[in-house]
């Protein structure tokens, strides 16, 4: 998540923050960057040489998705079972 914000916004500040939920059963990773464009899951393509990081992603936890900011920027998060 970090380097698609590095790589898709390229400019401004990148925060990471890990946090576990209340209950303890899950993980929440947040990264919060001032591009105000959100993420798009593109259709596959095998001859690409980009685009796979947030099919992983999505493939690999819980729960994902992403909230726009009131001031500039979005913040992506993801949840996964410890």
């Known amino acids: 998540m970090v380097t698609n914000s ?3 916004v390229g400019f401004g500040h990148i ?6 939920d209340e209950a303890g059963a899950f993980v929440y ?12 899951v593109r259709p596959e393509d ?3 040489t980009g685009g796979r990081g947030l099919p992983l992603i999505i493939e690999l936890v819980q729960a994902w998705g992403v909230r726009p900011l ?6 992506v ?3 996964c079972a410890l």
Request: net charge negative; proline share 6%.
């Open 46 to 48: 095998h001859g690409a």
């Open 15 to 20: 925060v990471v923050r890990i946090f576990p």
């Open 70 to 75: 009131y001031e500039t920027g979005k913040v």
């Open 6 to 8: 590095y790589k898709h």
């Open 29 to 40: 990773v947040e990264v919060w960057d001032e591009g105000d464009a959100l993420p798009v």
């Open 77 to 79: 998060w993801v949840r």
